[in-house]
């Protein structure tokens, strides 16, 4: 059983069930990422919206399991050795839940070594890249005049759909089998058409980048992941 007072971000998102993991999150393509892990390894856990405004992200309750301020976060009362464990940072997340559960890492090390190759693809290229992208073409970036910054990010996000487009050329998913490479890099995809730059990088020219974005979006529990938790 967890021992809440050990982790001040409860006083602020107390729990209902405090014996399962407890997710903090919101559904963002890095958020999604926890929760769709959490629905297709079938772990039990409560999740707790945390908004992206400062009250939120910056508050000293968030700030304790996260000092990077940023979602998802959770906590595992059942964490290695029977310790309860706190972890941040999406990438991390999603190795730490493959261990625990046995799944989605692949079937050998060497299956392992590559699967987690491409989540660090996602996690230092795509991510970071198509958020910036997102920034000068839908949010503040938009309004700065010299077209260079989005010229850079729209070249960027080319050369990464060219990479994903090959990868994929021949096979369903990014690293064989179905694995947390895909629960990494797909939200990412389907946030580019919320940052409306789908026709700028010509993502008609990408049939296999898109044929995958469909079948990730078909899988039950990719469905009920996108959701959660439920925004207000």
């Known amino acids: 059983m967890l021992d809440t007072t050990s982790f001040p971000i409860m006083a602020k998102w107390p729990p209902q069930f405090p014996d399962r993991i407890q997710l903090y999150s919101y559904a963002t393509p890095n958020g999604v990422k926890a929760s769709i892990m959490l629905e297709e390894t079938g772990l039990p ?3 707790h919206l945390v908004t992206l405004a400062d009250a939120d992200v910056k508050s000293p309750e968030f700030l304790s399991l996260n000092p990077n301020n940023k979602i998802p976060a959770l906590i595992d009362p059942n964490g290695p050795d029977g310790v309860p464990m706190g972890l941040f940072e999406s990438g991390a997340i999603l190795l730490y839940l493959a261990e625990k559960s046995g799944m989605l890492l692949g079937q050998s090390k060497a299956d392992k070594h590559l699967v987690t190759q491409w ?8 991510g970071p890249m198509f958020g910036q992208l997102g920034y000068f073409h839908k949010f503040a970036g938009s309004e700065i005049e010299d077209p260079r910054p989005r010229e850079r990010y729209v070249t960027e996000g080319k050369r990464l ?4 487009e ?5 096979q369903d998913w990014i690293a064989g089998d179905y694995s947390i490479a895909d629960i990494a890099i797909a939200p990412w995809l389907r946030g580019l ?10 993502w008609d020219n990408y049939s296999n980048v898109a044929a995958y974005l469909d079948r990730f979006l078909e899988r039950p529990a990719v469905q009920k992941g996108l959701t959660i938790p439920p925004r207000d």
Do not use: P
């Not at 759909?161 to 994903?164: A, E, H, K, M, P």
């Not at 090959?166 to 021949?170: C, F, I, V, Y």
């Not at 058409?193 to 010509?202: A, F, I, N, P, T």
């Open 45 to 47: 856990y409560e999740a």
């Open 119 to 126: 989540l660090m693809f996602q996690m230092g290229g795509v």
């Open 161 to 164: 759909l060219n990479v994903l």
């Open 166 to 170: 090959t990868q994929l050329n021949g």
């Open 193 to 202: 058409d919320y940052y409306g730059v789908k026709e700028v990088l010509g």
